[in-house]
Every structure is written in C-alpha cells, then in structure tokens.
C-alpha cells in the first residue's frame, strides 16, 4: 500500500516519498512540503491506461526554494499579503516581502517548505503531520499541522479528499490550500487530438458557479472591492465558457492570464459532517476532446483560479515538457489578502480552536 523512500533534497531536509494505491488510483506524496508528485487514475475501460492529472518536477532538487510551489500544501496566509504586515489583536505582524514590498505565500513562515512526518496510514489515506517549533510560527506557542490524502471511487469516479486540521494554543491566523497544477492531457492524448498543451488550456470548458469575484490591482493583490461577474464577461463561468477569449484578453494584463479569486457559492444540500461545513457547488473544468472532467468541491469560501502564467519550463519525471499555461491551480481558500481589510472574513482562528476544512477533487472519464 504504502513504500517510503528516502531523498536527500539538501542538507537541511532529508524527504521522503509516500505512495499509495487504492481504488484503481495511485498518489505519490512528497515529505518536504506535503506535495502531491502524482494522481494517477485510470482513463479507459482498462486499468493499465492511466493519466497523471498533476505537473510534476523531473528533478527532486526543483522541490526546494521552488517559485511555483509546485504541488504544495500553502499557508497559513496563501497568495497575496499587502505590505507583508497584518495585525491581529492589537498587535503587528511581519513577514518577509518577497515579491516587492508584499508577501506571497507566507514567504519565511510557508508551509510548503515544512517536513512533514507520516502520522498514520490506512487501506485507502495517508495522514501527514508537521509540529512547529516557536520559530516557524507567525505568533509563536504550540501550534500543530495535519493533513490527510484519500482516495475514494463511486460508479465511474475518482476521488481525493484532502481533510486539513491546524489547532494552535494562542491566537493566530490561519487558511490552507493546495498548489498542485492540473491537467487532464498527457502527451499521447494531445497527439491523439493534435493539440499543443497551451491549445488544450485555452479550450478548457470551465463551469464555476460563482456570482462574485474579487479584482486586483497592478500589484496582483485583492483590491477589498467584491464585483458581480456579470459585470465582467471575462469572469463569468456560471454557464460555461472555455480560456481561450479570457487568456487572450488577459495576456498583456500584469496577471499575464487568470490569477483571480472567485467566491464560491454554497450548497446547503450538502453538508461535510467531518469538518463541519456546507460544501460549495462544484467548479467543473472539462477536456472535450476526451470527455474527461475535473471538479472541485470545497468547505473554504473562495478559490484562485491561476493558469499557470509564470511556471517555467520544464519536464515531469515521465520527460513531458510543460511550460506556462500548460495546466491550471484551483486553490480553494479564503479571500486573498483579507488580513488588510475590516470587511472582509477573518482568517483567525483563537486559541484552543480547531481549523477543519476539506476540498473533495474528483475525476471522471463520461
């Protein structure tokens, strides 16, 4: 069920690889970061056809100091932090700036770059866990991180389930998310269908089910404005619509593409017991020319829509060549940047208190 192997990235972290095979389903996770190297479903009636629906590094060594955060858990404060400063409490917090005077993804206090051990395994998951020291935590006392990877089937489904669990003993900010970069291609089906990875992208049929989106500025960073998508085309998926109009409209823009937060629309049908949330509706991103799709589902309140506009070039371990906008993140989360604003949900979490939420993706071949 499960192999470790062990990998020494730098002298600093000696990783680990945890694989896992359940339900005709593979996944591969790496220590250093918690990042998910592989997905591996099934794509025809038979099983010995699959496809690996995450980019990965070819060089392991790639993983460390890695701009893409490629396949990372990201937190606690994911995306874009004004001036790389909040304050919680009364009292200011500061972080490295790393992309101009802002923050992006927690910078010196990320996630991504944490070792994180194997706590428990099961016939179907993986249950990871990182303890801090006071010196990785933005607020200091003990402070806890687990994270468990599922895979889960129905009829003609595949599923993970990523349950996230951060308990901290005083007061501190806290959301999580995934990094990892889909796709629902390999080289044989863009053959298949003579098509470039950049083609299959930009004709990608997305359906989010989102009223509001939150813009930007020149800087990238959330604005605090919450616009309805029918004020802006470019944003609107609730009926469908492919890349391909938006990225070329987008292109010249600072984001180069989509690099957008959506707010994401509850389903009151569909309640997670586990977490203690209402699920979203799903956003749905479908390959036409295979009839595969790829939903999301989440218990957090917004998602990043990024199509990969700054990912350099490069290989997976299996020699595909992938560059920018080859693949797409959905980094489900809260609004960006929402520590800089009043009116914005809070991402405090108070001493004693447990954060659970819970992102379901699941893959289907109609």
């Known amino acids: 069920m499960v192999n470790g192997s062990e990998i020494y990235l730098d002298n600093k972290h000696k990783a680990e690889i945890y694989r896992l095979k359940a339900h005709g389903q593979s996944l591969a996770i790496l220590s250093y970061g918690a990042r998910l190297l592989e997905w591996l479903v099934p794509c025809e009636k038979n099983e010995a056809k699959t496809l690996n629906l995450v980019l990965n590094h070819a060089n392991l060594q790639n993983y460390i100091a890695d701009p893409a955060y490629m396949g990372a858990v990201v937190g606690p404060i994911p995306n874009r932090l004004k001036n790389a400063e909040y304050y919680l409490s009364g009292q200011k917090y500061s972080l490295k700036a790393n992309e101009g005077a802002n923050c992006l993804h927690s910078s010196n206090f990320a996630f991504s770059e944490l070792d994180f051990a194997l706590r428990e395994i099961g016939e179907d998951f993986l249950l990871l866990e990182h303890v801090f020291i006071p010196e990785e935590t933005l607020t200091g006392g003990n402070q806890c991180l687990q994270i468990k990877f599922i895979l889960q089937t129905c009829e003609t489904k595949c599923r993970l389930r990523i349950e996230y669990n951060f308990s901290s003993t005083v007061d501190t900010l806290c959301n999580i998310t995934n990094h990892s970069y889909f796709k629902l291609w390999n080289k044989e089906l863009l053959d298949q269908h003579n098509l470039s990875a950049e083609a299959a992208l930009a004709n990608l049929q997305v359906t989010l089910p989102s009223e509001f989106y939150t813009p930007t500025d020149e800087n990238l960073l959330v604005t ?49 017991a586990k977490s203690g949330h209402y699920f979203a509706k799903p956003a749905v991103f479908k390959f036409v020319p295979a009839n595969f799709e790829l939903s999301f589902c989440s218990t957090e309140a917004a998602a990043q829509f990024y199509t990969a506009n700054y990912l350099a070039c490069d290989k997976t371990n299996t020699g595909e060549e992938y560059a920018k906008q080859t693949a797409f993140c959905f980094e489900c989360q809260a609004i960006p940047n929402s520590p800089s604003f009043s009116h914005l949900p809070a991402l405090k979490l108070r001493a004693g208190d447990q954060y659970n939420t819970v992102t379901e993706i699941t893959f289907r071949a109609n």
Do not use: C, W
Request: aromatic share 14%; glycine share 8%.
């Open 224 to 272: 605090g404005e919450v616009k309805p998508v029918s004020e802006a085309p470019l944003f609107d998926f609730r009926k469908g619509q492919t890349l391909e109009a938006g990225l070329a409209a987008l292109y010249s823009t600072k984001a180069s593409g989509y690099d957008h937060n959506f707010i994401l629309e509850r389903d009151y049908q569909h309640y997670d």
